[in-house]
């Protein structure tokens, strides 16, 4: 929901009224993981999606039944083969959707304060569904239907990370509760066109994107206006203050020992879920055996995708990017990057954060 949340506002803010299909479960394959959420305004305006265009359709009819009655209500779709031929459910998955008329107030709060946010939770069965609580580090806004139902549910996020949304019963109530996700760290290290190329991509794909260059003359804003942040300094240096977690990425372009030594020592030994480094295979060959001369044992070497991206031929710098960026989503999701009509199992990878 919060990727649309200021258009639902803005809407709302217009006087329209809004329902809001939320994907609260799902079996087998889909489209989109839970928490993804497709809003119909009262006078057709359509916003995001839940199933690649699978079931949107049949949500629209569905959204005007829940303002007519004004009731949420949960809908099941893909349970049998004629109900998944209906909605367009070719790829076999079974999705639960809730839909419900949010509080133009509520979601004015919740856009507001969505900086603090840490979740926010819906709760989809009884009298009382529809209701939500936005939950803070110190404090809750909404509530779900009573003060123990709401204290259990904000204990249940308090007390555990939530990587992704989750369907739980608590304080005899079946809730959803999604976290808000925080963007992802890319940290680009050399200031060449291959790196603005970089940036471009990967804020398509929701990361922060800092560039680390040493030379001043290089690392300007002129040169990367797309880029979150430009910091001056030597990479192994910057990257030692760095916030980085399983989901930060590291790209060096640098193809310089004198950078790429110590810039790689530091990258391994963090908690980094990706270290790229550019540079041919003769490249990459001398540059580990240096890396080995500074003390890198073979595992921490393992841990470097180079040459950088996976293999369709890159040549410019927008397909370089390309490459790259598509080989750190197959690492996320523990997949090998190959051709699918080359390959059996699923289609989609495993659920990151």
């Avoid at 790829?91 to 709060?109: K, R, S, V, W």
């Avoid at 992802?184 to 994107?209: K, N, R, S, W």
């Avoid at 699918?340 to 990151?352: D, M, Q």
């Amino acid at each position: 929901m919060l990727d649309i949340l200021s258009r639902i506002v803005n809407l709302q803010d217009k006087g329209r009224e809004i329902a809001i299909a939320t994907l609260v479960e799902v079996r087998g394959s889909s489209a989109r993981d839970p928490g993804a959420a497709f809003a119909v305004s009262d006078n057709g305006e359509l916003l995001g999606a839940i199933g690649g265009g699978c079931v949107e359709a049949a949500l629209v009819d569905e959204a005007r039944e829940v303002m007519r009655e004004r009731k949420a209500r949960s809908i099941s779709y893909g349970l049998t083969e004629r109900e998944a031929g209906e909605v367009g459910l070719a790829c076999g998955g079974t999705l639960t959707i809730f839909l419900d008329l949010p509080d133009p107030n509520y979601c004015a709060e919740l856009e507001r304060t969505c900086d603090e946010l840490i979740a926010h939770a819906l709760r989809i069965d009884g009298e009382k569904s529809g209701a939500r609580m936005a939950i803070y580090p110190n404090s809750r806004f909404g509530t779900l239907g009573g003060v123990g139902l709401d204290d259990a549910v904000a204990r249940y996020v308090y007390d555990r990370p939530l990587r992704e949304a989750v369907r739980a019963n608590l304080g005899g109530a079946s809730v959803f509760i999604a976290p808000k996700r925080i963007a992802p760290h890319m940290y680009v290290f050399g200031a060449l066109d291959f790196a603005a190329a970089t940036i471009e991509v990967a804020h398509a794909l929701g990361y922060v994107v800092t560039l680390c260059d040493a030379r001043s003359a290089f690392a300007t804003k002129a040169r990367f206006p797309n880029a979150d942040r430009i910091v001056v300094a030597w990479p192994h240096e910057f990257l030692a203050a760095a916030p980085i977690d399983e989901r930060t990425a590291i790209v060096s372009f640098t193809h310089d020992e004198k950078f790429d030594v110590p810039l790689l020592l530091a990258a391994v030994r963090s908690r980094a879920g990706y270290v790229g480094a550019v540079g041919s295979r003769a490249t990459h060959a001398r540059r580990a055996e240096a890396l080995r001369q500074a003390g890198m044992t073979e595992a921490e070497l393992s841990r470097i995708c180079a040459p950088i991206g996976l293999d369709i031929g890159a040549r410019t710098p927008q397909e370089t990017a390309l490459a790259v960026l598509a080989e750190i989503v197959a690492v996320e999701r523990g997949r090998s990057g190959g051709r699918l009509s080359h390959a059996t199992g699923a289609i989609r990878g495993r659920v990151g954060a």
